[in-house]
């Protein structure tokens, strides 16, 4: 199994709208990879972070299979349109994938 963790903190306005506005069009958008990616085995996505260093709006948690299955994800055309909003909007990202 493997887990992909990506972390975001927000421009403080993006796209016209707030980080608080975005963060929530990133939940939204994220949260219906689910049912269109088939590699995904699981998808966890928060903005009520109550405590990071250094500061996080976003929190992304995902499992798959197999380091290929991240891959798949990683190039499918609609995880590619969260790519694209996501780069619009964030500020800085962290993220991290280990085998479990």
């Known amino acids: 199994m493997v887990g992909h963790i990506v ?3 927000l421009k403080d306005t ?3 709208r707030s980080a608080a506005e975005n963060a929530q069009i990133m939940k939204d958008m ?3 990879l689910p049912g269109l990616i088939p590699q995904l085995r699981t998808l966890v996505v928060s903005t009520d972070v109550f405590a990071s260093i250094p500061e996080t709006q976003v929190v992304l948690y995902t499992v798959f299979d197999s380091p290929e299955d991240l891959q798949t994800y990683q190039v499918h055309p609609e995880h590619q349109k969260c790519v694209a909003f996501v780069s619009a909007v964030a500020a800085e990202r962290r993220m991290v994938d280990y085998n479990f």
């Open 30 to 32: 994220l949260g219906a």
């Open 7 to 9: 972390m975001w903190k």
């Open 14 to 16: 993006a796209e016209g």
